[in-house]
């Protein structure tokens, strides 16, 4: 990841790219902090602005190449109204315009306000992301990104929220990016054993015969097709400062299904070359974890990770079997391609049961019906609780990350009856409800009980198809941002 730093200048000599703010101003638009500087390199800001018609607008950028005291590039960036919103287009603007390898020194954001530093800071830092596994290596991203300001408090605790943050979303990038020949359930408890020991976490793993023993009959019913079996992960966190032994406890629940072909319900191959990702909820749950400890977040969290590699092997779970979730719920499974819900389940369960907890809020690729209503720009919330869900809400809003709440539609719970099991996991088709991803919530709250819970589907913003502001293209980390700020309120 990109250096994030906080120097009170000068804005000369800090980086060999300088990015200095423009805002509109009366149908035109004015050149903001740093100005000065420019004309001592030989730049006139102010007929370039005009020659380009430039608005000012969130995230535009005109390039000036110079060739002076250092500097090799003056990016003039566009701010808009100044609100974190725009200032996350602004910094993902200037990281990808910034170059590779390079340092750039800028005063986009005076650093008066906690909120716009660490949303300028956390852009560029996402915006820079990169995965590879090529033999030549590819170039190097943004190196450093230099916040000059006047005074450095508050703005170096901004700064310190946007590196803990970054880092926690490259990591749940890095994690859904990884092959699933590499990533097996296994791995990814590996992973998450490493984590734990690094953040001030403990960490229990459950292996296959732990599993049988206590159980979770849903995670081993996905993962009994595959030749690499299940496992689940509980990590938890204290909580920090006084009292958080008695402080509010939040379990989140990730889906970590390491490779989806379906199971015997097998997935047509366009349908499933993206399913590497298909532990996305897990990949943010283990992300958000991280940093818990390095944003001071005070709340207890407990964290669980069902995973399992969903294959058609010689011993998958068949349409038509009944399987039993921890707890001893009974399950008529009609499709194992509707296998994330299967393993949370068991999750929920154990967590209402024996975690004692004080809300529960689960993150998974559910549904593709999610996709429909939404498309790939909003994660689908549903909540039994409305604080929890305004809550989740504001926290995406304040992270960049949107949240649309949906309907739990008591009309459409009769489609998950079954005439020989306490439920099935999809709806009865004969009902014609539709709202896929709303039966889809509907079964996972019957796991949950009296628990304030919430459910984010994020089956269409979890992946990214190209590059847009602080998104990259590929796994997207959606969920990080909004669970680390929804944690530290």
Request: proline share 6%; with cysteine; aromatic share 4%.
């Amino acid at each position: 990841m990109i250096e994030l730093e906080v120097t009170t200048g000068p804005l000369i000599g800090a980086g060999d790219v300088l990015a200095v703010p423009v805002a509109p101003a009366d149908g035109t638009c004015a050149l903001g902090r740093g100005a000065d500087a420019l004309a001592g390199l030989g730049v006139d800001a102010d007929a370039v602005l005009a020659a380009k018609e430039a608005s000012g607008g969130a995230g535009e950028v005109i390039e000036i190449p110079v060739a002076r005291d250092g500097v090799g590039l003056v990016l003039l960036v566009g701010v808009g109204d100044g609100s974190p919103a725009a200032l996350r287009k602004a910094g993902a603007a200037v990281a990808r315009r910034g170059g590779s390898g390079r340092v750039i020194a800028t005063t986009v954001v005076d650093g008066a306000d906690p909120r716009t530093v660490r949303a300028y800071a956390e852009a560029a830092a996402l915006a820079s992301y990169s995965f590879s596994r090529r033999s030549s290596p590819k170039p190097r991203p943004l190196e450093r990104l230099s916040l000059v300001v006047a005074s450095e408090q508050p703005a170096r605790d901004a700064m310190a929220a946007a590196r803990a943050t970054a880092g926690a979303v490259h990591l749940a990038r890095d994690l859904a990016q990884t092959p699933s020949l590499e990533k097996t359930p296994q791995w990814m408890a590996e992973q998450a054993q490493t984590v734990a020991d690094g953040a001030g976490l403990t960490a229990r793993v459950w292996d296959e015969h732990q599993l049988a023993a206590d159980g979770f009959g849903g995670i081993l019913a996905v993962g009994r097709g595959s030749s690499r079996p299940p496992r689940l992960v509980q990590l938890s966190y204290p909580g920090s400062g006084d009292g958080a032994a008695s402080a509010e406890h939040v379990v989140l629940v990730g889906k970590g299904i390491t490779f989806d072909t379906g199971g015997l319900s097998l997935k047509p191959l366009d349908g499933m070359k993206a399913m590497k990702t298909d532990m996305a909820g897990a990949a943010a749950v283990l992300g958000t974890m991280s940093a818990l400890q390095a944003l001071g977040v005070r709340r207890r969290v407990t964290a669980l990770l069902p995973l399992a590699e969903n294959m058609p092997g010689a011993a998958a779970t068949r349409p038509g079997d009944v399987i039993r979730h921890w707890g001893g719920r009974s399950v008529e499974v009609l499709n194992t391609d509707a296998e994330g819900r299967i393993v949370l389940a068991d999750a929920l369960a154990y967590a209402a049961a024996r975690l004692a907890p004080d809300t529960v809020i689960d993150i998974a690729t559910l549904t593709g019906a999610i996709t429909l209503g939404l498309g790939r720009r909003h994660a689908g919330l549903y909540a039994t609780s409305r604080p929890l869900q305004d809550a989740l809400v504001a926290a995406g809003d304040d992270g960049g990350e949107r949240l649309w709440p949906m309907p739990l539609v008591e009309d459409y719970r009769d489609s998950l009856d079954s005439p020989i099991a306490d439920l099935r996991n999809i709806a009865d088709p004969d009902k014609g409800y539709q709202g896929g991803s709303i039966v889809a919530a509907l079964f996972l709250r019957e796991f949950i009980g009296a628990v304030p819970w919430a459910h984010l589907d994020i089956a269409g913003v979890g992946r990214a198809d190209g590059d847009e502001d602080e998104v990259t293209k590929g796994p997207t980390g959606f969920g990080v941002r909004t669970f680390l700020r929804y944690l530290a309120r």
